[in-house]
DNA sequence: TATTATTACTTACAGAAAGTAAGTAATTTT
DNA sequence: AAAATTACTTACTTTCTGTAAGTAATAATA
């Protein structure tokens, strides 16, 4: 019998109304782009009085402005109302698993400025002394432009624990119940997310990428290693212990039962960018005797097919193989109406949708669509804004910059 | 760029708030079985007045009822408050792979009178005679007792279209887009719910068994099929095909690729109750040269391992591979804090859950809580009470009977 | 160009539900 | 029996949404 005071029921008291409806006018003209109070009112099925109500509380909070435009149909025109992207900004972090990038990005999606380091996988502290740098830079940088910072948020390629605040598993960072938020406040007052970077990755493509409209789908990001952002019902899943879409530990056979995978999972051993280049440097050597392997990298792997080596081909294949195996276990999971495939080698992704396409058709009951990430890299950096943006709507109401 | 018809955002108006309080105070109670009115308004954050007149509601509406029981400290005792069980009946019928069961079930979880027939699977005509016949005779044993009636459930081993009340996939049953609920709404006038038979299960686990308070789980049935049902923050999770869960068309293999699978996935030509049995029908011959094989089911199998017998244990030592990876394969995607085994074999559960367990330790970042069925073939009759006391609640606020 | 029709938004007030504060009711303690 | 304590209710306020009737802005028409 659980304990009454681990019961989490929702109730909802009158002030939470106007949160509740506030956030659906938003979620409106996010998805519309720009819309009238008339429209408004009619789509979302709240009173005239209602939608003004709430439309004079976005624009004196900042967040919405008229357009200028109108919209002309016979008699008064609709004075037409948006987002005030330009008024509202994010700053945006991604850690990935080999480059640091930031950038400031407005509520529009538009990234106004963006830094790059490709040095990354240090020391902990050495990774987070660049990390710092870069929140600072950005903050300064952003606190020079007309307009008012919402927050920061932090996309960390690891496991998280959000209430506490820590980084509780990240290898490629070397990482481990890492204190980040208590660190980084004392850097920056700002508002600080933490979210596991392929979750700030499909909220960008939720937002502003191919997932637009849709209520259901899955990112997976193939990098370094790999995995997978889940948005069910319009809001991003988590899992009880904040790990869900940790689809790098993927099983591909039972013969994978047999080792152990401590920080690089089953799948990531054979289908992530390193793995594919591990594949392809014991293949290699079967078609060149003698020779000493060159570079590789998963790019290096996919020239080499696009150009018809044929252990380039094999590899490739192999690798489809495995990526085929895992959406479709998946895709039988979850049920998305989507699936987008980002991440480092989702400059490859073209290559790939179509055998994956082909292997699991009639192999599982309904294929999904699957597309390629169209924002790549910059997807979780948009994904920020999403990320601090819900955030600052849901909890800072009305009060504004 | 979505056209505005088809932006889902939920806004919310008066009346709304009342329906949503009252949903926590039900569910509120239904956790805790009996608590007060001064109890729920402080666990519910909400005022006293306003828990008194959503109490006063729920009385008059017969969904609860004081217990005349009273909890007394220092000064004027709690009057206790509890679900109105013996009045409120709904029922609930399950339609397995092999057999149909039939049931009256009081809002407690009791089963008051209960009706199975072992014989499903002949032509789709048949099977819905059959059903036909069950629904007609529990309602008529319904209506005789002193209650009212919310509604029945019917579980389904298949794909549904809920909106259009067709069975989308049922091969066990032989239906393909049967239009079951305009076919059963000629005989019964009961408000009538079509559910996936794994969905049902889970939900009977969530409430009554097992799942009780936990937000996150996964049960995977395994019986002549294989699937599993997911409730994710406390809410069923469908999918946007309505095929969540099909995880009897897991992949545990790149070779399984190779095949196409209508109707019987993967996984389940492996380590289902039929697959299991398949599997030994083809090992039992390597250890009886020239003998010809006894009658083979998965029961059997298992309890030939238990006695020690060299082919059977092989056998289950494979079945327990696959479910081993199919369990990874579904925890790592989702993450929930509980995985609930049932179906046909759970009484064999007791034997495959530590085995599994062993082979995920490391294998997986964080292997959940893994347990048994708590409430084995009965769990989908129970969850048709759920199923129909959320609809019922959802929609008929003040209404009753 | 002035008038009318049409549509967009606003204002004034009504209704609904939650909340506050101060009651009454039922027990235990003194 | 009176006081203290806790549970529930009543009376009234606040905060939302909604309805109906305005005013505002533009196109169509005379």
Redo the contacts with the bound molecule.
Sequence with gaps: MPDPSDVSVRT????E??TI?RSAVLEYLRLVKAA????IAARL??????T?????ELIESGLVRSSGR?E????????LLELNADNNLVIGIDLGGSHISGAIVNLGGEILQKFTDSAIGGSGEENFDKLAGFLRLLQTEAQRLPARILGAAIGVPGILDSRAGLVRLAPGLDWIDFPLRQRLERISDLPLILENDVNLAVLGEFWYGVGRGVRDLVMVAIGTGIGAGIILDGKLHRGYSESSGEVGYILPGIQFLNHKYPGFGALESVASGKGIADQALKKWPLFHAGESPPEMEAVDVFRAARDGQPWAVQVVSETIDYLSLALGNIIVCVDPELVILGGGIASSASMLIDPIRERLTGVIPRLPRIEESALKERAALLGAVVRVFQNFTDYTVVASG
């Design positions: 909802i008291a009158q002030s109304m106007r409806n009238s109070r008339t429209e099925q709240i009173s005239q009085p209602s003004g109500r709430i439309i004079d109108k002309r149909l016979r008699g008064r025109s609709r004075d």
